[in-house]
């Protein structure tokens, strides 16, 4: 069982490349997520995913495109990147889409757009 | 709108001091309260999570919170600080009226002196 994974770990891109960032779970869970970490802002959510087939925006989806084809998978695709996409992002799971249940966060990749 | 504050973005204690961090929330329904934790580098971790049982939630490695309604805070404590607490911590609210949507706060950065 090895949870969350993501990958790379590491990425340097220029300005207006696209790449994918790649997330899996083998836990089964419903709900997956992808956030944003930048210093002093905390985490924030880009899109999530309520089951295979199903996604949605969440606070900051520009630029970010996401599919959800099934259970296990949910990449992250930056279309153009851009030196404000520069940040640290990580991938959760949950099993429900209810809050009250914990989230299991990857290990991160941290991309840097020059 | 939904809303975290962490009231202190940095805190410095001594090696077996009491921890206090403190967070405040803003929300119209009973959210789920969880507290983070990521060391250098790392992913977050669970520390521990309120789905409205009881108020003083016990959580791993020591810690433990206490919802209060009155005052809409949910302060994360520590009896006594080892060094292997310095990380940096975040006070995550859910919001069960859209689904399993996280909304963190800033973080703080505690650091353990000896």
């Known amino acids: 069982n090895a949870g969350v994974t993501q990958t790379p770990k590491f990425q340097v891109l220029k300005t207006g490349q696209s790449m994918t960032l790649q997330c899996a779970q083998d836990?089964?869970?419903?709900?997956m997520s992808w956030y944003r970490q930048d210093p002093g802002m905390g985490l924030r959510l880009i899109h999530y995913?309520?089951?295979?087939?199903?996604?949605d925006q969440g606070e900051v989806p520009n630029g970010y495109n996401v599919s959800r084809s099934t259970t296990e998978d949910f990449p992250l695709r930056l279309l153009s990147a851009a030196p404000s996409q520069t940040s640290v992002y990580f991938c959760?799971?949950?099993?429900?889409?209810?809050?009250?249940?914990?989230?299991?966060f990857g290990p991160g990749t941290r991309l840097t757009v020059t | 709108a939904q809303s975290v504050t962490q009231l202190d973005s940095h805190v410095s204690v001594s090696e077996g001091t009491p921890v206090l961090l403190r967070c405040n929330y803003s929300?119209?329904?009973?959210?789920?309260l969880f507290w983070y934790v990521q060391h250098p580098n790392k992913g977050l971790q669970l520390l521990l999570k309120?789905?409205?049982?009881?108020?003083l939630v016990k959580g791993i490695n020591g810690f433990e919170a206490e919802f209060k309604k009155s005052e809409t805070s949910f302060h994360l404590t520590k009896p006594s600080a080892h060094m292997s607490d310095a990380a940096e911590y975040f006070c995550?609210?859910?919001?069960?009226?859209?689904?399993?949507?996280?909304?963190f706060g800033a973080g703080t950065i505690l650091r353990v002196k000896s």
């Open positions: 309120y789905t409205s049982a009881a108020t």
């Open positions: 995913s309520v089951g295979a087939g199903i996604t």
């Open positions: 929300s119209s329904y009973s959210p789920s």
């Open positions: 995550v609210v859910g919001y069960m009226e859209y689904g399993n949507k996280l909304v």
């Open positions: 959760a799971s949950s099993p429900g889409w209810d809050s009250l249940y914990e989230q299991y």
């Open positions: 836990m089964n869970h419903e709900y």
